[in-house]
């Protein structure tokens, strides 16, 4: 079983299989199938469409052959005129597809009579209605003087709603005695009563030798047509009824269906094998899917069976072996939507570089949340990663996983962004021998692209509580760094350090503290142009280090001092580093822009504008290399105030940019009321435009609408190769993201672009 499969406690593949099978069962025992299971094999009949044999020939009472006689019925003594002359010509056997039971003329009964027993080759059809106990009776019974010297056939067939005869009898039980139908007959093959047999519709019926009634009345048919054939005299104009649906070819004279069946049984033995076949193949197929890993293989084992199903038989039925495909092409159809529909729902709790289930999997996990849970940072995990060479991430992640594997092949595990990988134990495992030794394999340096890499590895244990697993998987990772920071190999979660009320009460408080002492840092995210693939500016991003705590996240503390609406002075902050850093870039011949995030909440502040220009002059960087990226824009719609602002920062010559277009409140409306410059596409978009057609399209229409609007794009979220190509062919403008860069310091962003220059000019 996958460990995709098992870390969704409610997925129960095997309940999956069996549910399905029971579906595919009543499907074929009731007969559902069978109007596509029809469609189906007139189509593969097409794919072996051949000639009749030219040994039986139709005898057709066709439109001239009517207007010849003058009326309908027949008189029977021009019945007896058509046998005569078919008996001269030569006719192995007669048969006649016409009924005649009860008198009629006596002079023409006994013509036919006469006529009948001078042939001694003719065979005469008969009706036959099947019983609810068992066999048939005769609806239509000719006379004695007719059956004296004739042989009776069967010529009564099943048919379903089309009108086509897709079973026809060897024969059936008359009163103890069993009567064979008109194939059977012709074609000299004998059946047990009862029995049936799939007649091969892939013959070409238009290639059954046929003569007109009417031409052998008049003497006008060539005897050697007839000589040493078995003939079959069958209606095949429309007026006078008997007409049936031949697959693959349409409506035509009962008589066909007859001379279809005796060719069938002519060519062999024909073996129909039932639905049960192919169902238990699916069965199997469906199992073998279920167990596999990768979601590409398990469609493709669905895939191909069913193939096997659809065009399998097509050999088979080459050699008269017929089979019904449709009960198992419901299982393989069902358990392709089921595995869909679950991989569509697993989207977001797998790992796209390494298909491992993530952290939301894990924090979905209720089956194991009774167990510890173990968490493994490694340290210089995103060091690695940005020295490797593309797309070389997950055989890095392959080799952690293996050594995390040690000791417990099964053990699934979960991994998360940064080098984080968790998994669920059990509690009375003696973690401290386990973790030492797990720890010990990491002393050995990983290979990856044929290089080196020294991994650094720190495990945090949260042995079990009543808590959510969210909060007891933040504890086992903050056990980890812990362990980390104290050069320790692992580490238990200490629970009177799980809640620090006071500092979530003092942060803020701390925050502006932190500022003044120089805690607060500003890291430079790097832009690149698109079309001349240089970097051209940067997202200024604050950055936390606490004395005691290490680094806050951003997330956290931005989001709060926005929230409290005390986000003013950490705003002027970042602005004064950030446009200090402009000027010092671009001092040295660079065109260099720096983007800062802008609150709509400071837009109500009558003194940020003096504050801005007064700021830009002391470093003399021109308005025109700041961009400031408006954050909550919902706040701005209905607000003329901060709408008027916005104008005024434009006319000092600032750049205005709608940060995450196309999330939350961002809508269409925003592009028309904000004078912006620039819009930045949301990084849930960007991220998905490789495989997700829709966020392509969205990406793709945002800037062809921004370009017509004279706007420059910023696709945020870059961080593969793959989605930089993409962006390219859809002429964005700017691309930021890991592909591009992560955070960096000042001085990490002014040595690279050093050695951009420097290869530029090389």
Known sequence: MSKREKHVAEHHPWKLLLWTAIAGLLFGLIGFGDIAENALRTSRNSLHWHKASGDIVLVKIDDESLKLVGRSPWPRRHYAR?????????????FLDITFDGLSNPVDDRALAASIKRSRRVHLGVRTLPLPQGGAKLITDPIPEFTQYAVLGNISVQYNYQNAAWRLPYSVDIAGKPLPSFASQIARVSGSPGSWFVPDYSIDPATVPTVSAAALLEGKADPLAIRGKEVVVGWTSETLGDQYFIPGTGKMGGAYVHIIGAETLRSGTPVYLGWVPFYLLAIGAAALAIRRRNPVQKLGIVGAATLLGLFGPVALEARLISLDITPGLFVLLLTASVLSWRQFKERGFVNEISGLPNLNALRKNRRDRGKAIVAAR????????????????????????????????SRILYQGDGGIFAWFEDPRQ??????EALHALFRNPARVAKL????????GVEVGSGRSVANRLASALVAADEAAHQGLKWKYHDPESLEDASWKLSMLSQLDEAIDRGEVWVAYQP???????????????????????????????????????????????VLEKAVAAAAQINKRGSNFGVAVNLSARLLTDKGFTLRLSALLARYGLAPAHLTLELTETAELVDTGEGLDMIGRLRDLGVNIAIDDYGTGQSTLEYLKKIPANEIK?????????????????????????????????VAEGVEHRDILDVLVELDCDIAQGFAIGRPMSLESLAKRMTSTRSRSAA
């Open 452 to 459: 080196p890499m020294d991994l650094n590895v720190a495990f």
């Open 430 to 435: 003696p973690f401290g021998n386990h973790l």
């Open 527 to 573: 832009k690149l142009d698109i079309e001349t693939r240089r970097i051209v500016g940067a997202e200024a991003l604050a950055r936390w280090t606490h004395p005691e705590k290490g680094p806050i996240a951003a997330s956290e503390f931005v989001a709060a001092a926005e929230q409290q609406n005390r986000i003013g002075k950490l705003t002027d902050f």
């Open 82 to 94: 058509l046998i005569d002359r078919l008996t001269d010509a030569g006719a192995k056997d007669i």
């Open 378 to 409: 490694v340290l210089n995990f995103e060091e690695i990663v940005a020295t490797l060479p593309p797309n070389s991430e997950r055989q890095l992640v392959e080799q952690i996983v293996s050594r995390l594997g040690v000791g417990s092949p």
């Open 681 to 713: 596409i949301d990084q849930s978009f960007v991220k998905g435009i490789v495989d997700n057609r829709s966020d392509r399209l969205m990406v793709q229409s945002t800037i062809g609408l921004a370009h017509s609007l004279g706007r420059k794009v």
